[in-house]
């Protein structure tokens, strides 16, 4: 009986107005902490960062290095705060939503959230008189437990 079923069912019984649901034009890829880490690095270069620091060592050990995707490099203090303000426009470009943006003495600060993620992106100009400027851009995925020492390095001050 089930197969007759099925037979007849492709045989014209639905209404032929009722269309079978299709598939969406573009599959959701998981956005995963080497997908963030992609779009932050993307960004930073296309910003004209220079190449940035990725990794934790140093850091303490721990199961939040599976949730962080740090970057930081050192720009010339001639064209750091373009470079960081550009890698924070194609980030929005990239479907971040800025949710705090302030600047604090010398930090600039912009917070951005998409799809479970926040990327903490800072520009400190404490050093403007020397030939670099830090600017990092490091996510965190929403849920994170950072150990307390690290927590206040990454998340917003305000």
């Known amino acids: 009986m089930a197969g007759l079923m ?3 069912a492709g045989c014209g ?6 269309s079978a649901p299709t598939a969406s034009p573009e599959p959701i890829v998981p956005f995963t902490r080497d997908t963030v880490a992609g779009e932050i690095e993307a960004v930073a270069r296309n910003g ?3 190449a940035g620091d990725t990794s934790t060592a ?4 721990g199961a939040w290095h599976t949730c962080v995707a740090p ?3 050192e720009a010339p203090t001639a064209g750091a705060a373009d470079a960081f303000d550009t890698a924070v426009r194609k980030l929005r470009q990239q479907d971040w939503e800025i949710v705090s ?3 604090e003495q010398d930090v600039t600060y912009r917070t951005l959230a998409k799809r479970g993620w926040k990327v903490y ?4 100009t404490a050093q403007t008189t ?5 600017v990092s851009l490091t996510a965190v995925e929403d849920g994170c437990e950072l150990p307390e020492d690290i927590r206040g390095g990454y998340e917003d001050p305000a």
């Open 121 to 124: 992106a800072r520009h400190y």
């Open 71 to 73: 970057w930081w490099g």
């Open 130 to 134: 020397g030939p670099e400027q830090l």
């Open 13 to 18: 019984l639905m209404d032929e107005s009722e």
């Open 58 to 61: 140093g850091l303490p050990k």
């Open 6 to 8: 099925t037979m007849t």
């Open 48 to 50: 004209g960062l220079p």
């Open 101 to 103: 943006s302030h600047a």
